[in-house]
């Protein structure tokens, strides 16, 4: 079965810096999600990712999915306090019925 | 536009009791519905996802089973809750447009405790 490895687990980080968050496959992402969480609540949407070698980006953070299709990575520039919380990555699995999803990188932004 | 309900927001059981979560969806039709639980410090576990009406697929064996008696409302049950089923549960939509699936639209949640 597919699996997502998220890294770092937790990530602490002075405001107006930038941070990278990874996501790895055990295969082939065919569509590769990215979410945010505040603690005890449900997931916002952030972007959307499909095709080998595709950016994204909305504000300050960026999104990539390499070539092979097999890793993405989500960079926040100059981070602010309001980005904190849980970061998630989700892929498609089972035909594309349903999205699994990586433990989740807990950023923390000191002001 | 589209909206999905999740309640209750918070619950606190006793071992040994019954469960029910409910999760409505308003605003489309014939969605993709999904049940999540995220225990402390862990990633999101897809528990149950359902294409259509009683078409229900289980992801992992457990104590909780899930129905869904109408297209846009899904049901997280439980017979006796064991203390391992505290957590935070999450359901989620999404659809077909075109030949692609939207990416999933999340409800707020439901923290269980179980004592």
């Known amino acids: 079965s597919q699996e997502l490895e998220q890294s770092p687990q937790s990530l602490i980080v002075q405001e107006g810096k930038n941070l990278t968050i990874n996501c790895t496959s055990s295969?082939?992402?065919?569509?590769l999600y990215w979410y945010k969480q505040k603690y005890g609540e449900g997931l916002i949407f952030l972007m959307m990712l499909q095709k080998g070698g595709e950016e994204k980006s909305h504000e300050k953070i960026t999104a990539k999915l390499d070539e092979k299709k097999q890793q993405s990575s989500l960079h926040i520039t100059a981070s602010q306090p309001s980005h904190a919380g849980i970061y998630l990555c989700?892929?498609?699995?089972?035909?594309?019925?349903?999205?699994?999803f990586g433990a989740g990188t807990r950023l923390f932004v000191k002001a | 536009s589209q909206t999905i309900h999740q309640w209750p927001a918070t619950l606190v059981q006793p071992v040994g009791s019954p469960l029910s979560l409910e999760c409505t969806v308003e605003g489309t039709s014939n969605p993709n519905l999904y049940w999540y639980r995220q225990a402390a410090g862990r990633g999101l576990q897809l528990l149950f996802y359902s294409i259509g009406i009683d078409q229900i697929s289980s992801e992992v064996p457990q104590n909780l089973s899930a129905s869904r008696p109408q297209d846009r409302q899904f049901i997280l049950s439980s017979k006796k809750l064991l203390l391992s089923d505290s957590g935070f549960y999450l359901c989620a939509w999404s659809v077909y447009a075109g030949a692609m699936r939207t990416e999933a639209f999340f409800g707020q949640g439901t923290r269980l405790t179980v004592v």
């Open positions: 989700g892929a498609d699995a089972a035909g594309g019925f349903k999205t699994i």
């Open positions: 295969k082939t992402l065919y569509g």
